[in-house]
């Protein structure tokens, strides 16, 4: 079974940066194409940024040029860095992981005031 703990969420203002991490376990990390969802109030879950087994990275157009996603196979970890927040990016953040199926962790809460 696929377990996946997301750490790094708080509150911070307009502006400021926050990093975001995902251990995994359960699973060969190295095979998994992982990545981050977002989801605000109200709204349907959305992808934030993807980075597959082989290092390709995909981000949603709103977040280009501000968030890196970045892999760490060794330790089973994904990332997030995220400069330049927004009180639109306010949500709670769940890490993902799809190989065979699809694994969500519990979610983190991100809130940027203005």
């Known amino acids: 079974q696929v377990q996946l703990v997301e750490s790094g969420g708080g509150l911070v203002q307009a502006g400021g940066s926050l990093r975001l991490s995902c251990a995994a376990s359960?699973?060969?990390?190295?095979?998994?194409?992982v990545g981050w969802y977002r989801q605000a109030p109200g709204k349907q879950r959305d992808l934030v940024a993807s980075?597959?087994?082989?290092?390709?990275?995909n981000y949603a157009d709103s977040v280009k040029g501000r968030f890196t996603i970045s892999r760490d196979n060794a330790n089973n970890t994904v990332y997030l860095q995220m400069n330049s927040l927004q009180p639109e990016d306010t949500a709670v953040y769940y890490c993902?992981?799809?190989?065979?199926?699809?694994?969500w962790g519990q979610g983190t809460q991100v809130t940027v005031s203005s």
């Open positions: 980075v597959t087994p082989t290092g390709r990275a």
């Open positions: 993902h992981a799809l190989r065979v199926g699809h694994s």
């Open positions: 359960g699973t060969i990390f190295r095979f998994n194409e």
